[in-house]
Nanobody, 123 residues
Framework: VQLVESGGGSVQSGGSLRLSCAASGITVKTSCMGWLRQVPGKEREAIATIDSDGVTNYGASVKGRFIISQDQDNGKNTLYLEMNSLKPDDADMYFC????????????????WGQGTQVAVSS
């Protein structure tokens, strides 16, 4: 299984970014998939998850601003995170993760991780 994130970068406060996670060896639309971010000095925090039914869950800090989605059209086995109204507090390393399960539990046990993509937000 390989998960490769892209789309990170530097943006001004209030701006938007779209992260992508290209998956191989696992089917995005039939797995529990998530985006997590690394808070310095703390464990990775799951901010958005989506399951095989398309049911999504968001962390309180991003709810209403971020949107997680799956896309398997045209053979793109890819997970996305649309990030809007970005704040300086959103600046972090963002990771894509997958659990071999159709549905996401309250606290998924992630089986696979990507290498991460850095997001910087300037005020």
């Amino acid at each position: 299984v390989q998960l490769v994130e892209s789309g990170g970068g530097s943006v001004q406060s209030g701006g938007s970014l779209r992260l992508s996670c290209a998956a191989s060896g696992i089917t995005v639309k039939t797995s529990c998939m998530g985006w997590l971010r690394q808070v310095p000095g703390k464990e990775r925090e799951a901010i958005a998850t989506i399951d095989s039914d398309g049911v999504t869950n968001y962390g309180a800090s991003v709810k209403g601003r971020f949107i997680i989605s799956q896309d398997q059209d045209n053979g793109k086995n890819t997970l996305y995170l649309e990030m809007n109204s970005l704040k300086p507090d959103d600046a972090d390393m963002y990771f894509c993760a997958a659990e071999i399960a159709y549905y996401c539990s309250r606290e998924p046990s992630w089986d696979f991780w990507g290498q991460g993509t850095q997001v910087a937000v300037s005020s």
